[in-house]
C-alpha cells in the first residue's frame, strides 16, 4: 500500500479535532443538564469555586470540566487569575435557551444516536428499519429543544408570512390548520401563540409526544384551543384545513406520497400545504458541507432508518432536496409547488391542490 505521508499526517491532525468533538459533547450535555454555564453567564471571571458554588456541584468535578472546557475554547480561561469566564457571545449557545442559536439540545440527540449504534448495526446487515419510538428518550427532547430556537425565529416572523395568502387566513379568525408529525408540539403552540383567532390540532403517532405536547399547550396557556392527538401522516381525521404543516419530518415517512395524497384530501379547496424540511441542494456533491454533514449524519442513525422501517420504505433521507420532494409532492396529487422560503439550515416549501 503506498500512500503519501505528509497527507496522512495532515488528515490526523485534523482527525485529533474530531476526537475532541466527539469528547465534548457529553461535557455540553453535563453542563447544560447541570446548570453550569447558565450559572456562568453574565458573572465575568469565576474561580472554579464560585462556579460550584453557584451550580451547586462538586469543586472537583466543576474545575475538570473547566478545564476541558477551555481548550475546547467554549470557555475563556484567563492565566493571570486563575479564572474562567462565559462568554455573552458562548452564553448565547449554551445558556439562553431562547437565543436562535442556542445549540445544546443538540447534544441529547447525539446521546440518542450513540445509544442506537447496537440498533442501527443490526439495521445495516439485514436492511430492515428502526422507528423513532425505539430510540432513547432523549432523542424526542432533544429534538423538541434543537429545532425550537429556529422554529421561534422564523417560522411566525419570516416562513408563514412566505406563503401565499396565509398569514391573512390566520389573522381573520377562524382558520383550521393541522401540524402533522408535530412531536412535542413547539410549532403547533408557536402558531397558536400567534395567531389566537385559528384553531390548532397537532397529530403524531408517537403517543408520549403527544403527550408531552399537551402538556406544554398547558404550561402556554393556549390549550383552550389547541388540541394534540395520535394520528399517522397517512390517516390524520379531519377535513377542510386550511393550513397542514409539516416540520422537518416528510423525509421521515415511509410512504411520502401516501402522506401527501391525504393532504390534499384533508385540505379545502383553496388550502396550502407548508413543508418544512432540512436545507439540501439537488446533488450529492454540493451538499458535502458542514450542515449536510450534520444532516447526512443524523439521517443515517435516525431519518432513513425511520422510514425503512414503515409501510413504502421510501427513504427520502434529510437531505432529499427539492427535486426529490417536488416529485413526491405533485405525485400525492398537487399541481403548484414552489420554494416560498429559506434559511442556511431549512427549505419552506409551498404545495396548492
Same mark, same amino acid.
Given at each position: 500500500?503506498?500512500?503519501?505521508?505528509?497527507?496522512?499526517?495532515?488528515?490526523?491532525?485534523? &482527525?485529533?479535532?474530531?476526537?475532541?468533538?466527539? @469528547?465534548?459533547?457529553?461535557?455540553?450535555?453535563?453542563?447544560?443538564?447541570? !446548570?453550569?454555564?447558565?450559572?456562568?453567564a %453574565?458573572?465575568?471571571?469565576?474561580?472554579? @469555586?464560585?462556579?460550584?458554588?453557584r451550580?451547586?456541584?462538586?469543586?472537583?468535578?466543576?474545575?475538570?470540566?473547566?478545564?476541558?472546557?477551555?481548550?475546547?475554547?467554549?470557555?475563556?480561561?484567563?492565566?493571570?487569575?486563575?479564572k474562567?469566564?462565559? %462568554?455573552?457571545?458562548?452564553?448565547?449557545?449554551?445558556?439562553?435557551?431562547?437565543?436562535?442559536?442556542?445549540? =445544546?439540545?443538540?447534544?441529547?440527540?447525539?446521546?440518542?444516536?450513540?445509544?442506537?449504534?447496537?440498533?442501527?448495526?443490526?439495521?445495516?446487515?439485514?436492511?430492515?428499519?428502526?422507528?423513532?419510538?425505539?430510540?432513547?428518550?432523549?432523542?424526542?427532547?432533544?429534538?423538541?429543544?434543537?429545532?425550537?430556537?429556529?422554529?421561534?425565529?422564523?417560522?411566525?416572523?419570516?416562513?408563514?408570512?412566505?406563503?401565499?395568502?396565509? %398569514?391573512?387566513?390566520?389573522?381573520?379568525?377562524?382558520?383550521?390548520? =393541522?401540524?402533522? !408529525?408535530?412531536?412535542?408540539?413547539?410549532?403547533?403552540?408557536?402558531?397558536?401563540? =400567534?395567531?389566537?383567532?385559528?384553531?390548532?390540532?397537532?397529530?403524531?403517532?408517537? #403517543?408520549?409526544?403527544?403527550?408531552r405536547?399537551?402538556?406544554?399547550?398547558? %404550561?402556554? !396557556?393556549?390549550?383552550?384551543?389547541?388540541?394534540?392527538?395520535? @394520528?399517522?401522516?397517512?390517516? *390524520?381525521?379531519?377535513?377542510?384545513?386550511?393550513?397542514?404543516?409539516?416540520?422537518?419530518c416528510?423525509?421521515? &415517512?415511509?410512504?411520502?406520497?401516501?402522506?401527501?395524497?391525504h393532504?390534499?384530501?384533508?385540505?379545502?379547496?383553496? !388550502?396550502?400545504? &407548508?413543508?418544512?424540511?432540512?436545507?439540501?441542494?439537488?446533488?450529492?456533491?454540493?451538499?458535502?458541507?458542514?450542515?449536510?454533514?450534520?444532516? *447526512?449524519?443524523?439521517?443515517?442513525?435516525?431519518?432513513?432508518?425511520?422510514?425503512?422501517?414503515? #409501510?413504502?420504505?421510501?427513504?427520502?433521507?434529510?437531505?432529499?432536496? #427539492? @427535486?426529490?420532494?417536488r416529485?413526491?409532492?405533485?405525485?400525492?396529487?398537487?399541481?403548484?409547488?414552489?420554494?416560498?422560503? #429559506?434559511?442556511?439550515?431549512?427549505?419552506?416549501?409551498? =404545495?396548492?391542490?
Amino acid at each position: 500500500m503506498q500512500f503519501d505521508e505528509q497527507k496522512l499526517q495532515d488528515f490526523m491532525g485534523r &482527525m485529533l479535532g474530531e476526537f475532541g468533538a466527539v @469528547a465534548s459533547a457529553p461535557l455540553i450535555a453535563l453542563g447544560d443538564r447541570l !446548570g453550569l454555564y447558565k450559572a456562568m453567564a %453574565e458573572q465575568g471571571l469565576m474561580t472554579s @469555586a464560585e462556579v460550584a458554588g453557584r451550580a451547586g456541584l462538586a469543586e472537583r468535578y466543576v474545575r475538570e470540566w473547566l478545564a476541558a472546557q477551555a481548550a475546547s475554547g467554549f470557555i475563556r480561561y484567563d492565566a493571570a487569575t486563575g479564572k474562567y469566564e462565559l %462568554e455573552n457571545e458562548m452564553a448565547q449557545c449554551f445558556a439562553d435557551e431562547t437565543s436562535p442559536t442556542f445549540i =445544546a439540545g443538540f447534544c441529547d440527540c447525539a446521546e440518542a444516536m450513540f445509544r442506537a449504534l447496537p440498533k442501527l448495526e443490526g439495521a445495516f446487515r439485514t436492511g430492515l428499519g428502526v422507528g423513532w419510538h425505539q430510540h432513547h428518550p432523549s432523542l424526542f427532547k432533544g429534538t423538541e429543544r434543537f429545532f425550537r430556537p429556529g422554529y421561534t425565529a422564523h417560522l411566525v416572523s419570516e416562513w408563514i408570512p412566505a406563503l401565499a395568502g396565509v %398569514e391573512e387566513k390566520l389573522n381573520a379568525g377562524g382558520a383550521r390548520v =393541522a401540524d402533522v !408529525g408535530c412531536g412535542h408540539g413547539v410549532s403547533t403552540i408557536l402558531m397558536a401563540q =400567534a395567531y389566537p383567532g385559528a384553531a390548532f390540532v397537532g397529530f403524531d403517532y408517537h #403517543e408520549p409526544s403527544i403527550r408531552r405536547a399537551r402538556e406544554s399547550a398547558v %404550561e402556554a !396557556g393556549v390549550s383552550d384551543r389547541v388540541k394534540f392527538e395520535i @394520528a399517522a401522516a397517512q390517516d *390524520y381525521p379531519g377535513t377542510d384545513y386550511d393550513l397542514v404543516a409539516f416540520f422537518d419530518c416528510l423525509h421521515d &415517512m415511509g410512504d411520502p406520497v401516501a402522506a401527501a395524497a391525504h393532504v390534499v384530501r384533508s385540505l379545502k379547496p383553496d !388550502g396550502t400545504w &407548508m413543508i418544512v424540511e432540512p436545507f439540501a441542494n439537488d446533488r450529492l456533491e454540493d451538499n458535502l458541507n458542514a450542515v449536510g454533514r450534520v444532516y *447526512y449524519s443524523a439521517s443515517t442513525m435516525i431519518c432513513t432508518a425511520a422510514s425503512l422501517s414503515q #409501510e413504502g420504505r421510501m427513504a427520502l433521507g434529510a437531505q432529499a432536496g #427539492e @427535486a426529490r420532494l417536488r416529485e413526491v409532492v405533485t405525485k400525492g396529487g398537487f399541481t403548484r409547488f414552489r420554494r416560498a422560503h #429559506e434559511t442556511p439550515f431549512n427549505l419552506v416549501l409551498e =404545495a396548492l391542490p
